[in-house]
């Protein structure tokens, strides 16, 4: 799967140069960060409607931010590894962001 994928996804910036893209569809769900190089420490992808992350296929540690109904910061999980699972049942929407980048989202959308 090309890397370019993300940047065919709805995107929103937040302060501080900060970018978000959406992922829309189950599929690209259930991609996630998959299979990708590299992504930017200011870029993350939101799982809306996701409680629980896998990172198999993954080439690189991620940083989770588990988001409530508000998309407030609720819990955060620093530096996953590639093929581990995180789940956080209260969350709502998960930001999958590369190991090192979770900071700067929880300081963008609020304090945990």
């Known amino acids: 799967m090309p890397a ?4 065919r996804l709805p995107v929103c910036r937040l302060g501080g140069g900060l970018r978000v893209f959406a992922a829309t569809t189950p599929r690209a769900r259930l991609l996630g960060l998959a299979v990708l190089d590299e992504l930017g420490t200011d870029e ?3 799982l ?6 896998h990172t198999f296929g993954m080439r690189f540690a991620l ?6 109904e508000h998309a ?12 581990r699972v995180a789940t956080w049942l ?7 962001t590369p190991a090192g980048g ?5 300081r963008a959308l609020g304090s945990l």
């Not at 407030?72 to 996953?80: D, T």
């Not at 209260?90 to 999958?96: D, I, W």
């Open 4 to 7: 370019d994928r993300l940047d």
């Open 48 to 53: 809306a409607g996701c409680r629980s992350v």
């Open 90 to 96: 209260p969350a709502r929407s998960v930001l999958e």
């Open 44 to 46: 993350a992808l939101l």
């Open 72 to 83: 407030r910061p609720i819990r955060a999980v620093w530096g996953l590894r590639p093929r």
């Open 102 to 106: 979770g900071y700067a989202f929880v």
């Open 63 to 68: 940083d989770l931010v588990f988001l409530d």
